[in-house]
């Protein structure tokens, strides 16, 4: 039953959709979200068990006030649902020294004064010692960094933005929108 007339539309309640909908819920905007399977399932990008999240990105310089953000944004999400999505733990980026990737994530965090360590040789070998490491390799740490559980997050997101006031339609494909007034 609809409770009042939706001012927005969430298509797609996956990753994205299922955070947009409980942002706006939280907000008491009434919105609507349309999913053509059910929150959490398998068919999307946010399908699996995890995903990493990290401070340092060779992507570019943009993402870091970004990632600074979500990791604030994740841990309001769990205080407002109860439920642990994240768990932070450091990533290792293993690569040969001058590994084009490599210096992009060792400019980016020299850049923005982030947190790391480079490690080589029987330091970098004692720290992952599950891999095995060739002599020119670098371990580049990350100690901001870790695992989120985005099928976990996407229906828990969901359900709460339904609790919040948000109506959910499932088993719906939208093939089409129509703009009207």
Same mark, same amino acid.
């Given at each position: 039953?609809?409770?009042?007339?939706?001012?927005?539309?969430?298509?797609?309640?996956? &990753?994205?959709?299922?955070?947009? =909908?409980?942002?706006?819920?939280?907000?008491?905007?009434?919105?609507?979200?349309? %999913?053509?399977? %059910?929150?959490?399932?398998?068919?999307?990008?946010?399908?699996?068990?995890?995903?990493?999240?990290?401070?340092?990105?060779?992507?570019?310089?943009?993402?870091?006030?970004?990632?600074?953000?979500?990791?604030?944004?994740?841990?309001?999400?769990?205080?407002?649902?109860?439920?642990?999505? =994240?768990?932070?733990?450091?990533?290792?980026?293993?690569?040969?020294?001058?590994?084009?990737?490599?210096? &992009?994530?060792? %400019?980016? !965090?020299?850049?923005?004064?982030?947190?790391?360590?480079?490690?080589?040789? !029987?330091?970098? !070998?004692?720290?992952?010692?599950?891999?095995?490491?060739?002599?020119?390799?670098?371990?580049?740490?990350?100690?901001?960094?870790?695992?989120?559980?985005?099928?976990?997050?996407?229906?828990?997101?969901?359900?709460?933005?339904?609790? =919040?006031?948000?109506?959910?339609?499932?088993?719906?494909?939208?093939?089409?929108?129509?703009?009207?007034?």
């Amino acid at each position: 039953m609809r409770r009042s007339v939706p001012e927005v539309a969430v298509v797609g309640v996956g &990753s994205l959709g299922s955070m947009a =909908l409980w942002t706006l819920a939280r907000r008491g905007v009434p919105v609507i979200g349309i %999913e053509q399977f %059910e929150p959490g399932h398998d068919r999307g990008s946010g399908g699996g068990e995890s995903r990493i999240i990290r401070s340092c990105y060779a992507e570019g310089p943009h993402y870091v006030s970004l990632i600074g953000r979500s990791f604030e944004l994740w841990r309001e999400f769990e205080a407002d649902t109860g439920t642990n999505v =994240l768990t932070p733990c450091p990533a290792a980026y293993i690569a040969p020294s001058g590994n084009p990737y490599l210096r &992009s994530v060792i %400019e980016v !965090a020299d850049r923005f004064d982030l947190p790391h360590q480079i490690l080589q040789g !029987a330091e970098a !070998a004692a720290r992952v010692p599950q891999h095995v490491l060739d002599p020119d390799d670098v371990v580049f740490v990350d100690p901001v960094a870790g695992a989120i559980r985005p099928e976990l997050a996407v229906r828990t997101a969901a359900e709460r933005a339904r609790e =919040l006031g948000a109506e959910l339609v499932t088993g719906v494909r939208v093939e089409s929108l129509e703009e009207d007034g």
